[in-house]
């Protein structure tokens, strides 16, 4: 896409000017995949991709979708996607609850100007709504600045940033004792318990894969806590997704078995030069083995001997992710009210 006028951005490239930028209604998220899988891939965010949000919408969105493209003035390049949905008369953004970042889905030296863009659309929004409440937005933005909103939740979004660094690297910048649990523990099942390590590969086999995820799931966390990712319209929603990311080459769902049994699950995808951790599950018979631990060890290695430039752990704060990150860029949960965004009231 070629460049908009505008100042030097921070890191190279051009700051697009927000204000020559077109709001165009999205009617269909079928007839915009085209740009915005283009902007997902200059964005490198596994949750802006097409793929991601159709799937989300079609099987667990509901309401009425207040989507936007933003396009350079004068009928040039969609330069941004403004992925909203309205129920009631609040407005979330698409891939809420499931999602880890969300957004506007744009390059990243176009995020302040798609802020300002959303502000736009809001304030523009012809249908009743009363409430914005953008969950899990990244946390390095100024949004109550771009959105005349306020902050009203900070999560953790631990990341080991690789920088180049192979396994061995990464592991001289642990502990001793860490070095050393993670190869006795690794030893110790091989040895003694018989494990093999299984990575899905083909479509035959995802579904009996997704169900031994499920399975695992539900069996580490009871299906009171489970079934948001273990729900009947969650199962759709991933089995479809993950079908897509199979193909696509992003799929990670690995499957650590010991004497035949499966003991824990991982699935995790590869997009935009990240893995990203997005669920897993383990026997709670197990926990002893620490099974949980010596695959997430497993899952980092073969990330960082790929050459991703990250490993993401997405939101929440756990001792486990905290293991091995070293960094935490942050998501926050972000509410406007329909006067803060500009936008007449009802009846107005």
Not at 127 to 139: K, R, S
Not at 247 to 273: C, D, K, S, V
Not at 282 to 306: E, I, K, N, T
Request: with cysteine; aromatic share 10%.
């Amino acid at each position: 896409m070629p460049s908009s006028p505008g100042r030097d951005a921070p890191g190279g490239g051009r700051r697009r000017v927000e204000a020559t930028w077109e709001l165009e209604p999205v009617t269909s998220l079928a007839a915009v995949r085209g740009p915005w899988s283009a902007l997902a891939e200059r964005g490198a965010n596994l949750f802006s991709t097409w793929e991601w949000t159709d799937s989300w919408w079609r099987h667990v969105g509901r309401g009425q979708l207040a989507a936007a493209t933003c396009r350079h003035g004068g009928g040039g390049d969609v330069v941004a996607g403004l992925p909203l949905f309205l129920v009631g008369n609040r407005l979330s953004l698409l891939g809420t609850g499931a999602s880890d970042e969300l957004g506007p889905v744009c390059a990243p030296v176009d995020r302040p100007a798609a802020g300002g863009a959303l502000r736009r659309h809001l304030g523009h929004l012809p249908m009743p709504w009363d409430t914005f409440v953008g969950e899990d937005m990244p946390a390095d933005l100024a949004w109550e600045e771009l959105l005349r909103g306020r902050v009203t939740r900070r999560r953790a979004s631990p990341v080991l940033r690789a920088d180049g660094m192979s396994w061995q690297d990464f592991l001289s910048t642990r502990s001793a004792n860490f070095r050393a649990q993670v190869r006795a523990r690794q030893r110790r099942l091989w040895r003694d318990h018989g494990a093999v390590l299984h990575e899905t590969e083909d479509l035959t086999a995802l579904e009996r894969d997704l169900e031994t995820l499920f399975h695992l799931h539900v069996a580490r966390w009871g299906w009171a806590r489970a079934q948001r990712f273990a729900g009947r319209r969650a199962r759709a929603f991933m089995g479809e997704f993950a079908a897509l990311a199979l193909q696509r080459g992003w799929l990670r769902l690995r499957i650590l078995r010991l004497e035949g049994r499966p003991a824990a699950a991982m699935l995790n995808f590869r997009f935009g030069g990240s893995e990203w951790f997005y669920q897993g599950g383990r026997d709670p018979a197990l926990d002893r083995l620490s099974v949980g631990f010596v695959l997430q060890a497993l899952a980092v290695q073969a990330a960082l001997d790929d050459g991703v430039h990250s490993y993401r752990f997405l939101r929440g704060d756990e001792i486990y992710k905290r293991r091995f990150a070293n960094h935490d860029v942050g998501v926050v949960t972000v509410r406007v009210e329909r006067q803060m965004a500009g936008a007449p009231t009802a009846g107005t």
